[in-house]
């Protein structure tokens, strides 16, 4: 990763989890938000202009659910490389009927919620 992005994936299952990422990341962002924090200040990730660091904050506790969602739906599924679209560059994306698919891999509102809570509790206590 040079650039500090990951967008690019040239994998199928790194585009998956690219795709689920991005799914979580809009629902801890409504979360959040839906919870008067201020999604953009951030303890474990860097306060950049555009970025959303607590977002990504409460992401972390997350990740290990969504890779084990994905790559179960991986170990069982059969793909054809229609499901897949790629690019000139060599980067891979999923198949808008693939990325349905896909999106309904996210963790549930309540895992999410949960998280989100657990930060606003520590802030009341």
Do not use: K
Request: with cysteine; glycine share 6%.
């Amino acid at each position: 990763m040079v650039s500090g992005r990951n967008r690019h994936a040239t994998h199928p299952v790194n585009a998956m989890l690219n795709y689920v990422y991005a799914v979580l990341e809009s629902h801890v962002r409504i979360a959040t938000v839906s919870q008067g924090l201020d999604p953009m200040i951030g303890y474990l990730h860097s306060r950049r202009p555009g970025r959303v660091a607590l977002v990504y904050d409460l992401m972390e506790p997350l990740r290990a659910q969504i890779d084990h969602l994905v790559l179960s739906f991986v170990r069982s599924q059969s793909f054809s490389p229609s499901d897949f679209v790629l690019g000139a560059q060599g980067t891979c994306r999923l198949h808008p009927q693939l990325a349905r698919r896909v999106a309904r891999l996210t963790l549930s509102d309540v895992a999410v919620q949960a998280v989100v809570a657990w930060l606003v509790d520590g802030f009341r206590e």
